[in-house]
């Protein structure tokens, strides 16, 4: 066995790998004020992301998540974005996505979905634990994706509690 060509065929991936579209994070990039601007602003949504899914385990949230991830990603690079962080405690709840590791969270809801009032206590819930637990005031993004219609007075409320509870509330329109 060459060991010769296995390393430099490592070293070869190794550099593929690190060739990346991102441009390395700069330490005055991370804001919340500047990843809620990227949201608005960069990521976009196909209208058929809420489109009822094909296949047993495929949810529309899970679909919503992983479209997102795949964009941060390519703005801030993998390594600053992660899925399904764990907050800590002692129930093992994790954020939809983190980013800078522990620096920035979002969790992520469907606006379909907050039409039912468990749905809606949960995201509560949800909002005091990872506020409290680990990215404290201001530094929790709940951003909720549907369509216009859907931003109504009832979705009013749920960002008014958000927003009282020191987490930022955004609502991205697929439509």
Known sequence: MDFSK?????????????QSNAQPVKEND????????????????????LR????????????????ILKQL??????????KEYNVGGYWGMRCDVDLFDGKIG?????????KKSAHVERLIGQAV???????????????????RKEYDASMKEIETIIT?????FLYKSVD
């Open 52 to 67: 009822e899914t094909q296949y047993a385990g495929d949810t529309k949230e899970g679909k919503v998540q992983t479209n």
């Open 73 to 82: 990603q390519d703005i801030y690079g993998k390594e600053k974005v992660q």
């Open 30 to 49: 991370i804001s919340v004020t500047k990843v809620i601007s990227v949201l608005k602003n960069k990521i976009t949504f196909p209208v058929s992301i």
């Open 164 to 168: 009282e509870l020191g987490a930022k």
């Open 106 to 114: 979002i969790e992520l809801k469907v606006a379909e979905q907050l």
């Open 129 to 147: 634990y990872y506020t409290k637990r680990k990215y404290g005031k201001g530094n929790l993004i709940v951003l909720v994706v549907g369509k």
């Open 6 to 18: 296995l390393a430099k065929k490592g070293i070869d991936i190794l550099s593929a790998l690190n």
